[in-house]
């Protein structure tokens, strides 16, 4: 026992000279990771619905926190501006919409997912419900293979398609046709974390090209 | 007693190969049994195009025992990283998922085992060897996205041959410098992102203490 003991931690000294490379070096723009549904058809959604708010993940309270204010603006108008340039028209009006954004933002780094595993937040207490886009949905449907971990400094953004009811669906499930997924360090000063993100949200559009209309 | 001064070691280890024929067979101890040699490595993997650059974040540690007068067996533990920065790009891993950021890629390799020596001269201060050492080895491929990394870690079989050279300060050979040069291949398989990597390889230079 003594031996396999000391063997263990003789494997733990020299697994810990690792060398960690110098995280300075990065360019400090966000890494995005997006998916996208190859199989949704989007010719035939021309309008879209956004919440003037982003949920914030990881806050103390059990109740879901949103963030509003400058800032929280300044990011829907850039979801906003990227969706009407991919020719989608903004609907103020959910129950009209084709498509539905929703905007989340992770405030703390105590999250931890593996590659490929479901969709952690969906569990979070006050996370978007099925609910908030129609009666009868069951539950999230995402066909999408989903390939992050995260840290502080992460939004979250999922489109959802709002173009058949949940009657018309087998399971009740509501589609995710889209993905996005943005995390880097923050500075702590706004504009420059600001700017970050809205980097950030414009690269997840660029990336995508199946989602133009 | 005779003794070599530091400069005449590193002489020695800059002109190893071309004296090693001349060496004056001085009648000093050859009945050592025992060898431990403690070195910093300079490692550059090749082969694949994942953190292909040379680094010295690594150490060699080896103990060995003479079965005859020029065969000796022992045992080995080494650990290296290779780190590499990569710029940003767009991976595209297909069915619709696409990243994009900027990586700093890196490898850590720890390779354990038996090695075997055959020691060309045991009577002189200087003992060029031929080795080959066998084994398991530990890898770690690693992909750091800024807050988030990215890993896979896998076993595999460890095969390298070496060549290289012991110089000794004193008759006593208590202590002198230690100068190898080797290849080593792994057979160990990772995959990260859109990283394959099956089959290490690398060379290096070993430069340290000898006991």
Not at chain 1, 25 to 50: C, W
Not at chain 1, 89 to 98: E, L, M, Q, V
Request: glycine share 8%; with cysteine.
């Amino acid at each position: 026992m003594k031996k396999i003991f000391s063997l263990a931690l003789l494997t733990v000294f020299f697994v810990s000279c690792q060398k960690e490379p110098d995280l300075s070096d990065m360019d400090g723009e966000f890494t995005v990771l997006t998916n996208f549904d190859v199989n949704a058809d989007m010719s035939t959604a021309s309008t879209f619905y956004i919440p003037d708010s982003i949920l914030l993940i990881g806050s103390d309270s059990e109740n879901p926190t949103y963030w509003t204010g400058t800032n929280a603006s300044n990011l829907v108008s850039e979801f906003v501006t990227n969706m009407e340039e991919f020719g989608y028209t903004r609907s103020t009006d959910k129950a009209d919409a084709d498509l539905g954004l929703q905007v989340s933002y992770i405030e703390n780094d105590h999250y931890f997912a593996d590659f490929f595993t479901p969709s952690w937040w969906w569990g979070y207490p006050g996370y978007w419900d099925p609910f908030y886009w129609g009666i009868g949905w069951g539950g999230w449907y995402n066909p999408i293979p989903v390939v992050y971990q995260y840290r502080t400094g992460s939004m979250i953004v999922e489109m959802v398609d709002l173009r058949k009811s949940s009657e018309e669906l087998e399971d009740h499930r509501l589609p995710i046709l889209w993905t996005a997924y943005m995390t880097g360090l923050l500075s702590g000063y706004n504009r420059f974390d600001e700017a970050l993100t809205i980097d950030a949200i414009n690269q997840a559009f660029s990336q995508t090209e199946g989602l133009k209309k | 007693m005779k003794s070599i001064n530091k400069r005449s070691c590193f002489t020695a280890i800059l002109t190893i190969f071309l004296l090693v024929p001349f060496v004056s067979k001085a009648q000093v101890y050859a009945d050592k049994i025992i060898y431990l040699n403690i070195d910093w490595q300079l490692n550059m993997p090749f082969g694949s195009d994942y953190a292909d650059k040379i680094s010295g974040w690594g150490a060699n540690f080896e103990g060995g025992y003479y079965i005859t007068s020029n065969i000796s067996a022992g045992l080995f533990v080494a650990f290296h990283t290779n780190n590499e920065y990569v710029a940003r790009q767009n991976l595209d891993f297909g069915e619709g998922t696409v990243l994009n950021t900027d990586q700093q890629h890196s490898i850590f390799q720890l390779p354990f085992g038996a090695s075997f020596r055959y020691t060309f001269i045991r009577d002189g201060l200087i003992e060029p060897y031929a080795g080959v050492r066998l084994g398991a080895s530990y890898n770690e491929v690693s992909s750091y996205l800024h807050s988030v990394k990215i890993y896979d870690r896998e076993w595999g079989f460890y095969a390298s041959p070496e060549i290289g050279v012991n110089i000794f300060c004193n008759e006593q050979k208590h202590l002198g410098f230690h100068v190898a040069v080797y290849y080593d291949y792994m057979t160990n398989h990772t995959a990260l992102l859109s990283y394959d990597v099956n089959g290490f390889n690398n060379w290096g230079v070993r430069v340290g203490l000898a006991f």
